[in-house]
C-alpha cells in the first residue's frame, strides 16, 4: 500500500501508562508517564523521561532513584488527573496511600498492582527532557496476582493486571486478549513456507 | 492489599513490540524488539535498546540511524520469527519487501502501516545494551490509515492499527477497547470529589 509521509512524529503505539514516583519537599509526589519503557530484561534495565522543568525531577535527582507503579484502567480518572496537573499546585499525596520503598525517597503508591523500584545508573539531558536510565532493585506485586512455584514466582497474566495504554491519537485503551506466545509463533511461519 | 517483593523484575507491560530496521552487509535487516519507546512528543524523541553483539547493531551505528516498523497483528508470525531467529543465519530481506527511506541506510518494512525513520542524537552502553535515543525525522503511514483535515494529518484510531503487545509472562496481546479521553477522564475524578 502506498505511504504518506506526515513529518516527524513519535509515533510508537500504543504505550503503557504509569505513574512516576518520587518524594518532593517532603511529600510523595507521582508523575503520570507515557515516557517509560523497558531496555533490557536481564540486568532488568528500565527508562523513565521527564520534562527538565518537572515538579518530579528534583525528587529524582535528590535520590538517585524513583518508582515506577503500574495502574489499573479502574484509576484511570486519577491517573489522568496526575497527568493534568501538577504537584506543584496539588499534593498529591494526599490522594493516594503511600507507602516508602526499600531505597531512601522512593515512595511506592499502594493502589497499583505493581511496583518497581529503580535506581538511576545513567542520566541525560536531551532538548528538554531529563532521561534516567535506571536498574531495577525490587519489584513489589500484589499478593492476589503473584503466585510460587519451584521457587519461581509467576505474575499473573496481563489481563487480570488490567493496565491502561495510551496513543497520540489521545485516547486511553485497555489491553486486549492474548494472541500468542513468544517464541512459538514463528514456528506457524516456517511450517507454512 | 499486602505485596510480596519478588526481586528486581523490569516489569513494565505490556509494551509495544516493534521491528527496528537497519542496513547489515547491504542488506535490509529488521529486529523485533520490546526495547524501543517514547521519549518526548516535542521534538519527537524515541528510543532502542538493542544488544551489543546484536547483529542489528553494527548497521544502526554506521547509518547513525535506523527505523521503527509498527507491525499488526496480523504479521504475528512473522514478528515473533524475527525475534527468534538472527540476520547472521537468515536473511530476512528475502521475507519481507523494504524500501528505502529519507535518510541513508535507513530500510522501511512496507507490511507495517506506520514507519519511523529515527536519527540517533546520543548513543550509550550499559550493561551489554547498546541504547540509541534518536529524534523521529520523518513518519511514514499507509494512506489507509491517515487522513487530512485543516492541514493537520489525523491517524486512524489504534484499534484499526491493530499493533502487537508483549509482556514478560512471554505472551502477545492485541489492543483492546478506548476506555478514555487523554486529560478529561481526570475531570470525573474532581467532579465526584
Known amino acids: 500500500m502506498a505511504k504518506r509521509k506526515i513529518g516527524p512524529n513519535p509515533y510508537v503505539y500504543p504505550i503503557p ?21 523497558l531496555l533490557g530484561i536481564r540486568p532488568p534495565l528500565v527508562i523513565a523521561s521527564v520534562a527538565t522543568e518537572h515538579f518530579t525531577t528534583p ?4 535520590a538517585g532513584a524513583f518508582s515506577i507503579n503500574v495502574p ?5 480518572a486519577l491517573v489522568d488527573h496526575f497527568g493534568s496537573v501538577s504537584g506543584r499546585d496539588v499534593d498529591k499525596s494526599a490522594l493516594v496511600e503511600s507507602e516508602p520503598g526499600t531505597l531512601p ?7 497499583c498492582p505493581v511496583n518497581l523500584e529503580c535506581r538511576v545508573v545513567e542520566d ?15 519489584t513489589h506485586v500484589d499478593e492476589a496476582y503473584v503466585s510460587e512455584a519451584d521457587g519461581r514466582f509467576r505474575i499473573a497474566p ?5 493496565p491502561i495504554l495510551y496513543a497520540l491519537d489521545n485516547q486511553y485503551y ?6 500468542g506466545t513468544g517464541y512459538q509463533e514463528g514456528a ?3 511450517a507454512e513456507s
Open 188 to 190: 506457524k511461519l516456517t
Open 124 to 138: 541525560l539531558t536531551v532538548e528538554g527532557h531529563r532521561i534516567f536510565l535506571a536498574r531495577v532493585v525490587e
Open 105 to 111: 525517597g522512593v515512595p511506592l503508591l499502594i493502589a
Open 174 to 179: 485497555s489491553v486486549g486478549k492474548p494472541i
Open 59 to 62: 525528587g529524582i535527582e535528590a
Open 72 to 76: 489499573t484502567t479502574e484509576m484511570l
Open 158 to 162: 496481563v489481563q487480570d493486571l488490567d
Open 17 to 37: 501508562i504509569v505513574l512516576i514516583g518520587a518524594m518532593v519537599d517532603g511529600r510523595a509526589n507521582y508523575a503520570t508517564v507515557g515516557e517509560c519503557g
